[in-house]
Nanobody, 117 residues
Framework: QVQLVEYGGGLVQAGGSLRLSCVDS????????MGWFRQAPEKEREFVAA????????YYSDSVKGRFTISEDNAKNTVYLQMNSLKPEDTAVYYC??????????WGQGTQVTVSA
């Protein structure tokens, strides 16, 4: 059973860095891919990045490409999002998402990222 817990959100100045972590504490061992989404106040939730659990194929939104890096640790059932060169427009609640081989999607609780100018 997938159970996602996120860590790493916080306050940072523009140009700074943060690393988010998302752990499947449920030890499902059924992960197909994991990714990150974000939602700012009064905005739609948007895709940020994703990674396949096999092969390490990554995907990024145009807005974060070149600044963010998604990675995985299969042994720990953990996905990371390294965020560099942060901008105020990156401010949002970041959500981890897991898709299993069986087609089910699971979401983390969200972690706040605030980038000050």
């Amino acid at each position: 059973q997938v159970q996602l817990v996120e860590y790493g959100g916080g306050l940072v100045q523009a140009g700074g860095s943060l690393r988010l972590s998302c752990v499947d504490s449920g030890h499902s061992f059924s992960i197909l891919k994991m990714g990150w989404f974000r939602q700012a106040p009064e905005k739609e939730r948007e895709f940020v990045a994703a990674i396949s659990w096999s092969g390490g194929v990554t995907y990024y939104s145009d807005s974060v490409k070149g600044r963010f890096t998604i990675s995985e640790d299969n042994a720990k059932n953990t996905v990371y999002l390294q965020m560099n060169s942060l901008k105020p427009e990156d401010t949002a609640v970041y959500y981890c998402k897991c898709r299993t081989f069986y087609g089910y999607d699971y979401w983390g609780q969200g972690t706040q990222v605030t980038v000050s100018a």
